[in-house]
């Protein structure tokens, strides 16, 4: 089970931390993802991020300002977004995947079988 947080308003030029928690995981091996999905748009991989290797991927559009990274303590990763922009604006969904994915298939939706909950991010110009 998967429950993410962290979503609101702020203003361009502004940051936001979304956190997932996954509960529940029976495999120590995983692949954790974030998602997004633009008003009107289809999903997009935003980041991802791999147990095995400690591998992280991020799409263009976020590479430099958006940064996974998970917390072993909790259970839980993290997507830290700076330097906002107003087409970050979107529904941000996790991801996860009880298993190791090769880095070309970690930014597919299709790897993941496991969804939280989305949460709306809304950067203002």
């Known amino acids: 089970q998967l429950q993410a947080s962290g979503g609101g308003l702020v203003q361009a030029g502004g940051s936001l931390r979304l956190s997932c928690a996954a509960s529940?995981?029976?495999?120590?091996?995983?692949?954790m993802a974030w998602f997004r999905q633009p008003p009107g748009k289809e999903r997009e991989s935003v980041a991802a991020?791999?147990?095995?290797?400690?591998?992280?991927v991020y799409s263009d559009s976020v590479k430099g300002r958006f940064t996974i990274s998970r917390d072993n303590a909790k259970n839980t990763v993290h997507l830290q977004m700076n330097s906002l922009k107003p087409e970050d604006t979107a529904v941000y969904y996790c991801?996860?995947?009880?298993?190791?994915?090769?880095?070309?298939?970690?930014?597919?939706?299709?790897?993941?079988?496991?969804w939280g909950q989305g949460t709306q991010v809304t950067v203002s110009s």
């Open positions: 991801a996860d995947a009880e298993s190791h994915i090769i880095l070309s298939s970690m930014r597919s939706a299709t790897s993941y079988p496991y």
């Open positions: 991020f791999r147990r095995s290797g400690g591998n992280t």
């Open positions: 529940g995981r029976t495999s120590g091996t995983f692949t």
